[in-house]
């Protein structure tokens, strides 16, 4: 099992910016995919991102294509994901994940989630 402790979030003007972060503890960092999920309130979670254990493999979810990018750090057992461009509708609270690779993560197949981190952009 991986523990993940998301940061990072937190209140933003549209157009802004925000840097979440997730830390990972456990299993070896390098064995798995990781990804970000997001939850409106009164709305399916849904997928935003996902990168590969070597970060040869990244996927996005449409609405964030060209404005978000992920990254990883497995010397650092971290992921970051890089918000630019912000827009009200990516008020969610936003979640770290696991998964066997990027497919099944995009697919909702996650394994191991953190608590989240609230983000809240203001128009």
């Known amino acids: 099992q991986v523990q993940l402790v998301e940061s990072g979030g937190g209140l933003v003007q549209a157009g802004g910016s925000l840097r979440l972060s997730c830390a990972a503890s456990g299993r070896p960092f390098g064995d798995y995919a990781m990804g970000w999920f997001r939850q409106a309130p009164g709305k399916e979670r849904e997928f935003v991102a996902a990168i590969s254990w070597g970060s040869m493999t990244t996927s996005y979810a449409d609405s964030v294509k060209g404005r978000f990018t992920i990254s990883r750090d497995n010397a650092k057992n971290t992921m970051t994901l890089q918000m630019n461009s912000l827009k009200p509708e990516d008020t969610a609270v936003y979640y770290c994940?696991?998964?066997?690779?990027?497919?099944?993560?995009?697919?909702?197949?996650?394994?191991?989630w953190g608590r989240g981190t609230q983000v809240t952009v203001s128009s």
């Open positions: 994940a696991t998964g066997v690779t990027t497919t099944h993560l995009r697919g909702d197949q996650a394994r191991d």
